[in-house]
């Protein structure tokens, strides 16, 4: 199973961020959304396609249906800037799966 | 308060076994829900899943690497070791291990830089 994110994406401060990870049906499976900035470990942002952990601010918002989920950054801040990450459970082959990343750049 | 913490070699050579610990607390690693991951990132690459165990030992591997990898918990001592066999150049990486829900991963140790050099 493949998780496809677009490499990059930039906005400027204040915009929405739309970050995208296409899969085959991935709108049957759950997707986990991480951000992670350089030199630090990624943190979960997003959890069974929308829902926050505990400290994560409103502006991150997911959505997943058909054959794309989204991580939806609103007001983008320069804090952050960070590669994110798709992940989800391949319950086929019983493997965890990654998507490539995307980096986000604020302009 | 939940903390994760990598140990092992920084350095090995090609042909090696890498063997990693992963020491944690603030939770406890027993019964089929609770689950410790690795995970590793080459360098500037994205992040590829390696391998978990949950609390009742129910043990997955990424498949093309399920050859060369064990893991294995220690319950009493809270941690969990992952062993890489055969180490070759592309298996430089920064090395998590990550403390796994459902399974997705809610918090993660700093992560150890190891390379593989002769």
């Known amino acids: 199973y493949v998780l496809t994110q677009t490499p990059s994406v930039s906005v400027a401060p204040g915009e929405t961020a739309r970050i995208t990870c296409g899969g085959n049906?991935?709108?049957?499976?759950?997707v986990h959304w991480y951000q992670q900035k350089p030199g630090q470990a990624p943190v979960l942002v997003v959890y069974?396609?929308?829902y926050r952990p505990s400290g994560i601010p409103g502006r991150f918002s997911g959505s997943n249906s058909g054959n794309a989920a989204a991580l939806t950054i609103s007001g983008v801040e320069a804090g952050d800037e960070a590669d994110y990450y798709c992940q989800v459970w391949d319950t086929g082959r019983d493997r965890v799966v990654f998507g490539g990343g995307t980096k986000l750049a604020v302009l | 308060q939940i903390s994760l913490q990598e140990s092992g070699p920084t350095l090995v050579r090609p042909t090696q076994t890498l063997t990693l610990t992963c020491s944690f607390s603030g939770f406890s690693l027993t019964g089929g829900g609770v689950a410790v991951a690795w995970i590793r990132q080459p360098p500037g690459r994205a992040l590829e899943w390696l391998a978990l165990v949950y609390g009742d030992d129910t043990k997955f591997f990424r498949p093309p690497l399920k050859s060369r990898l064990t893991i294995g918990k220690d319950t009493s001592k809270n941690q969990v070791v992952l062993t890489l066999a055969d180490m070759d150049f592309a298996d430089t990486a920064t090395y998590y291990c990550?403390?796994?829900?459902?399974?997705?991963?809610?918090?993660w140790g700093q992560g150890a830089l190891v390379t593989v050099s002769s």
């Open positions: 069974d396609d929308r």
């Open positions: 990550a403390l796994s829900g459902d399974p997705y991963f809610t918090s």
């Open positions: 049906d991935i709108g049957d499976k759950r």
